[in-house]
């Protein structure tokens, strides 16, 4: 049974930086795809970074840049680094592991994955 847990959101002002991590037993970190939603205020839920098993990773063009995402394979956990933070990326942020591979394909979608974290809130104050 796989079990994703995330930590590290809280409240920044605009500019500020946050570290998201997302511990996970049960899957395993040497295959598939690994990925960050988020779901803002009254919207959709959105999938914003992907990493594959070997490394290859992929953002979506609103974070580019300012986003982050990488794994410890030894440490089984996910990390979402976050830097300049905007209003407009204040939301619930998920992790999220599918069985699917992502190296050639980025995973965007919802209904690629198959396992959900619980969430962690993040609040950008402008």
């Known amino acids: 049974q796989v079990q994703l847990a995330e930590s590290g959101g809280g409240s920044v002002q605009a500019g500020g930086s946050l570290r998201l991590s997302c511990a996970a037993s049960?899957?395993?970190?040497?295959?598939?795809?690994l990925g960050w939603f988020r779901r803002p205020p009254g919207r959709e839920r959105e999938g914003i970074a992907s990493?594959?098993?070997?490394?290859?990773?992929n953002y979506v063009d609103s974070v580019k840049g300012r986003f982050t995402i990488s794994k410890d394979n030894n440490k089984n956990t996910l990390y979402l680094q976050m830097n300049n933070l905007k209003p407009e990326d204040t939301a619930m942020y998920y992790c999220?592991?599918?069985?699917?591979?992502?190296?050639?394909?980025?995973?965007?979608?919802?209904?690629?994955?198959?396992?959900w974290g619980q969430g962690t809130q993040v609040t950008v104050s402008s």
């Open positions: 999220a592991a599918s069985s699917m591979g992502c190296n050639n394909t980025p995973r965007f979608a919802s209904y690629d994955y198959n396992d």
């Open positions: 990493i594959g098993n070997i490394g290859r990773i």
């Open positions: 049960g899957f395993a970190f040497s295959s598939g795809c």
